[in-house]
């Protein structure tokens, strides 16, 4: 997800509590100046729009499919696969750990977080 001047929301919202700003749930240009300063202190280029480089770096993670695909600054291509709906915390969220089982995938990454998706070893009963 990217947020910029004119976006709203819950995802808006939590953004402002982590730059412990005015939570209003709308980017505006108070908020926008808060990321830019925010995105400089942290070596980010400081254009004050809120995509997938700020998220990492916040720590702040999303699960929103339209971000499957990016490039970062050196030019490495990110493809992000995740686990069927129900086995993650949608997003964002604070980034704590990951675990990822490769061998489980046969050298496919995609093939990896499927597997992982249907190990039930360690599922709890509910």
């Not at 939590?14 to 908020?31: A, K, M, P, R």
């Not at 808060?34 to 809120?50: A, M």
């Not at 970062?72 to 086995?87: A, K, M």
């Amino acid at each position: 997800m990217i947020l910029k001047v004119g976006s709203h929301g819950k995802e808006v919202k939590e953004l402002q509590e982590f730059l412990e700003i005015d939570d209003d749930g709308i980017f505006g240009e108070g908020t926008k100046l808060s990321v830019k300063k925010w995105q400089l202190e942290n070596g980010l280029v400081d254009d004050g729009i809120v995509g997938p480089a700020t998220w990492d770096a916040m720590g702040l993670a999303t699960t929103d499919a339209s971000e499957k695909i990016y490039t970062t600054n050196n030019d490495l291509i990110i493809h992000r696969h995740f686990l069927p709906v129900g086995e993650y915390k949608q997003g964002p969220i604070k980034a704590e750990w990951v675990f990822l089982h490769h061998t489980a995938g046969w050298n496919n990454p995609y093939k990896t977080i499927d597997n992982w998706g249907k190990d039930t070893r360690g599922a709890i009963a509910t």
